[in-house]
């Protein structure tokens, strides 16, 4: 871990490079693959944890998890230097928030919208759609499926939380009807 705002600082140095060379969307996807990697395996971080490894079996270690990941030449060297300051543990933070900056950027806003069922791609692209109305911002949405709703649909946008579930509406019909409403 290495905190918010030093993840933002190399986060800023590379979208800055990246934009330079017109791959700002690529090496957001490259990040968020090697932050997962660094996710899903704990012998990766252990290997990089334990200051009993000398540094060049790290770079040697890390090479190769570049080369098979097929990453991009930009995303390849800032990772390395990454390395060489000690903050490799922190790709996870350093993703986010390139993905942070990424979408102020190109003007988009992450949304998550949860429902009691699979939604159709054109129930997705209406949701899509009222979520661009009110925000002003392209979305970029996630859905997931949770049948404890009972019906209806719950989007997370920002800070905002927009709650059209049965769930909820038969929640408030109680509270109503408890406070003899």
Same mark, same amino acid.
């Given at each position: 871990? #290495?905190?918010? +705002? /030093?993840?933002?600082?190399?986060?800023?140095?590379?979208?800055?490079? !990246?934009?330079?060379?017109?791959? &700002?969307k690529?090496?957001?996807?490259?990040?968020?693959?090697?932050?997962?990697?660094?996710?899903?395996?704990?012998?990766?971080?252990?290997?990089?944890?334990?200051p009993?490894?000398?540094?060049?079996?790290?770079e040697?270690?890390?090479?190769?998890?570049?080369?098979?990941g097929?990453?991009?030449?930009?995303?390849?060297?800032? #990772?390395?230097? +990454? /390395?060489?300051?000690?903050?490799?543990?922190?790709?996870g933070?350093? !993703?986010?928030?390139?993905?942070? &900056?990424?979408?102020?950027?190109?003007?988009?806003?992450?949304?998550r919208?949860?429902?009691?069922?699979?939604?159709?791609d054109?129930?997705?692209?209406?949701?899509?759609?009222a979520?661009?109305?009110?925000?002003?911002?392209?979305?970029?949405?996630?859905?997931?499926?949770?049948?404890?709703?009972?019906g209806?649909?719950?989007?997370?946008?920002?800070?905002?939380?927009?709650?059209?579930?049965?769930?909820?509406?038969?929640?408030?019909?109680?509270?109503?009807?408890?406070?003899?409403?």
């Amino acid at each position: 871990m #290495i905190g918010l +705002v /030093l993840a933002r600082r190399y986060a800023n140095a590379v979208i800055d490079l !990246a934009q330079e060379a017109d791959i &700002l969307k690529e090496v957001g996807q490259d990040l968020d693959r090697i932050a997962r990697l660094f996710d899903d395996s704990h012998d990766l971080v252990n290997v990089f944890a334990d200051p009993t490894i000398a540094s060049s079996a790290k770079e040697r270690v890390l090479a190769d998890v570049l080369k098979k990941g097929g990453v991009q030449q930009l995303t390849m060297k800032f #990772i390395h230097v +990454v /390395l060489q300051k000690g903050r490799i543990l922190g790709i996870g933070q350093i !993703a986010t928030a390139y993905r942070e &900056l990424s979408d102020e950027l190109e003007n988009r806003i992450r949304a998550r919208v949860v429902s009691a069922a699979r939604l159709s791609d054109k129930e997705q692209s209406r949701i899509k759609d009222a979520l661009s109305k009110i925000s002003g911002k392209e979305v970029a949405l996630e859905v997931e499926v949770d049948e404890s709703l009972l019906g209806g649909v719950v989007a997370y946008m920002g800070s905002q939380v927009y709650d059209g579930s049965i769930k909820n509406q038969l929640t408030q019909i109680k509270d109503n009807l408890s406070k003899g409403r």
